[in-house]
Nanobody
Framework: QVQLVESGGGLVQTGGSLRLSCVDS????????MKWFRQAPGKEREFVAG????????YYADAVKGRFTISRDNTKNMVYLQMNSLKPEDTAVYSC???????????????WGQGTQVTVSS
C-alpha cells in the first residue's frame, strides 16, 4: 500500500526558495513513477514535475522548467521538489503522486498525498 505524506510548504517572498518533501510509508516506492501536481485557487490541478523509477529521467511543465528540480531517494522512500525563483503564480497546494504511467495527466496518478500549501507573496 502506498501512503504519501508531503511536507515543506510555507510562505515565501517572490524570488525565494522552498524544498518540498514527500515520504511513502509503503514498501513499493521504487516501483512507481513519482510526480508533483499543484492546484491554485479557482484553477484546475496541473502537472508540475515527474521522475522515473530510478531517478534517471525527469520532466517538467514549461511553467517551472529551469526553476524547479525533482529528485528522489529510493533508499529513504522520498521524493523532493526544490523550488527556486518562486513567483506569486506558483502559489498553490502541491501534491505528490505515485503512478505506473509516464505522463502528465491527473488521471494517471494512482495515489495522492494530502498536499502542502505553498504561498508566494509579491
Amino acid at each position: 500500500q502506498v501512503q504519501l505524506v508531503e511536507s515543506g510548504g510555507g510562505l515565501v517572498q517572490t524570488g525565494g526558495s522552498l524544498r518540498l518533501s514527500c515520504v511513502d510509508s509503503g514498501r513499493t516506492f521504487s516501483t512507481y513513477i513519482m510526480k508533483w501536481f499543484r492546484q491554485a485557487p479557482g484553477k484546475e490541478r496541473e502537472f508540475v514535475a515527474g521522475i522515473s523509477r530510478s531517478g534517471g529521467s525527469t520532466y517538467y511543465a514549461d511553467a517551472v522548467k529551469g526553476r524547479f528540480t525533482i529528485s528522489r531517494d529510493n533508499t529513504k522512500n522520498m521524493v523532493y521538489l526544490q523550488m527556486n525563483s518562486l513567483k506569486p503564480e506558483d502559489t498553490a497546494v502541491y501534491s505528490c503522486t505515485a503512478s505506473r504511467r509516464l505522463d502528465t495527466e491527473v488521471s494517471g496518478a494512482d495515489y495522492w498525498g494530502q498536499g502542502t500549501q505553498v504561498t508566494v507573496s509579491s
